[in-house]
């Protein structure tokens, strides 16, 4: 175990020099062509012009355009080149082409049952919009049918993983962005490799950065010596390239079809406050049963056959299949993923309906507040409206420039009305909105410029079931338990030096 942790900080240190000696050798040839010829610092001012003209018509959020544009106009010589090769947000071709192809495959056997829509239109033609756009544009059809069950942190959501995860007979999916070694996946693991000895197909992803200081490098290796079918999602090089950025951080278990598993919660100690980090770890998960599970295992087939192509048959993972009983459940359930591979922002889309759409109130929390203008009007307008907005926010932060960069945006909210809180026993992790005693969604989408825009994401929308008013109770608990965040409170952390990094950091935000 301690040689693998020196390996791992071995690999680390390795990395990041490699990465630092590639750009500063990249910024002195740059430079160093520069000074041979007037023609080549030309040649270098026109690529940037152009480089501005193409961020200028791209049909990109305004604070990414800004994010490269300044650059650019900084430094011509250089920026326009460094534009060329990092300015991409899409993964690499070669991996998109195969989760495109994965993606074709699989969506014949996603369809929407109108009748659904229909039933949720008479009812509510706001939340039908809702799920409309998401049934069309994220290829996420809503149901009926599905039992849900909301839990307010990690240790309450684990001891139901272990429990269906030993009910499992014929197969488990997981995919996650963060596994550490620890009681929480050692247990876990234990089910599995039981499970996988005695015949169940057992297949895990995890996201090679997320776990790139965790866990060896070779650690799929040691799975598939137990049974355990695993890939690595995005396996990290040490070469300076955005594509790096496009990670899978998505939090997926599904059980034979009719049970699922999503949430904010990774598999580390950290998340069950088995082991203290930053305080007390505030999370949040769903649990999934009934027809709804379809689309987290669509969503993990659709990546798992990217990676390692071994299904051509996917209807034999259908809830229906291993369902021993009819799955009555309350309201409607609609599973969605994002992912770079378009320009759909779903879940930024998904949280800006809810905001626009709430009559009453919205209750939010997020362990990163770093927005556009979109949300940021949005929040504002709501609260201006007369509607109840209110965000909370780590007070212990696992990130210190993330955390500045959170608390450079109160300012302005607070004066836009919308109230905001810091979660005073540590940290919080959960990613969730409910409004309005109606609708609320559960998933993995920080509010960040990351999750919004690089990553593979997903999430659970909810109308009308039982877990909205679970997730309701939960979000004033944890008001209860935050400190207001007044303007008063903000002028007594004003200092020039610390708005001046804010600035700075708001600047460059999109682009990490």
């Given amino acids: 175990m301690i040689q693998s942790k020196k390996m791992m900080v071995y690999r680390i240190l390795i990395v990041g020099a490699l990465i630092i000696l590639q750009l500063a050798w990249l910024v002195y040839f740059l430079l160093s062509l520069t000074k041979y010829s007037v023609w080549i610092s030309a040649a270098f001012t026109l690529i940037s012009v152009a480089a501005v003209l193409v961020v200028i018509n791209r049909w990109e959020n305004p604070a990414y355009k800004l994010a490269w544009v300044v650059p650019i106009l900084i430094f011509p010589l250089l920026g326009g080149l460094m534009f060329l090769c990092f300015g991409t947000r899409r993964p690499s071709k070669k991996l998109r082409n195969k989760l495109e192809r994965s993606e074709a495959a699989i969506k014949p056997h996603i369809k929407q049952k109108e009748e659904v829509l229909e039933c949720l239109k008479a009812q509510d033609e ?220 779903v879940g930024e889309n998904v949280y800006l309906n809810i905001i626009n759409m709430a009559k009453r109130y919205v209750y939010m929390s997020t362990p990163y507040l770093i927005i556009d203008n979109e949300i940021i009007t949005a929040l504002c307008l709501a609260a201006k409206r007369g509607v109840d907005v209110r965000i909370v926010t780590p007070h212990i932060p696992d990130k210190k420039f993330a955390f500045m960069l959170t608390q450079s945006y109160y300012g302005q909210l607070i004066q836009g009305g919308v109230k905001i809180y810091e979660f005073e026993p540590g940290f919080i992790h959960a990613k969730c909105f409910v409004s309005d005693d109606t609708t609320a969604t559960v998933g993995t989408v920080n509010l960040d410029y990351r999750s919004l825009y690089l990553h593979f994401e997903c999430g659970v929308y909810l109308y009308r079931t039982a877990s909205v008013q679970q997730i309701k109770a939960d979000a004033l608990k944890t008001i209860e338990q935050s400190i207001p965040i007044t303007a008063e409170v903000l002028k007594q952390q004003h200092k020039p030096g610390r708005m001046l990094k804010q600035a700075l950091l708001r600047l460059l935000a999109p682009l990490f």
């Avoid at 050692?186 to 005695?198: F, P, R, T, V, Y």
Wanted: proline share 5%; glycine share 8%; charged share 25%.
């Fill in 126 to 345: 706001q939340a039908y919009g809702q799920t409309r756009y998401l049934a069309k544009y994220a290829n996420a059809p809503v149901y009926q049918n599905t039992e849900t069950v909301y839990f307010s942190s990690g240790e309450e959501n684990f001891p139901y993983i272990l429990e269906e995860l030993k009910k499992a007979e014929h197969f488990i999916f997981m995919e996650y962005f963060i596994i550490d070694e620890g009681r929480m996946w050692n247990s876990i693991l234990e089910i599995l490799k039981e499970k996988a000895a005695a015949g169940v197909d057992v297949r895990l992803l995890y996201d090679d950065v997320g776990c790139l200081h965790l866990l060896p490098f070779d650690y799929y290796k040691t799975l598939r010596s137990y049974g355990i079918k695993c890939e690595v999602f995005n396996p990290f090089v040490p070469f300076f390239s955005v594509v790096m950025n496009n990670r899978d951080h998505r939090k997926i278990l599904v059980i034979d079809g009719h049970t699922g598993f999503t949430g904010g919660i990774n598999l580390a100690d950290e998340y069950i406050n088995e082991k203290e980090r930053f305080g007390y770890w505030k999370d949040t998960g769903i649990m999934l049963k009934g027809d709804a599970v379809w689309n987290l295992t669509t969503m993990f087939l659709q990546t798992w056959n990217a990676l390692c192509p071994t299904d051509q048959e996917f209807d034999k993972f259908r809830p229906q299949v291993y369902q021993k009983e009819p799955v009555t459940g309350d309201g409607f359930v609609q599973p969605y993923g994002d992912s770079p591979l378009d320009f759909e922002n």
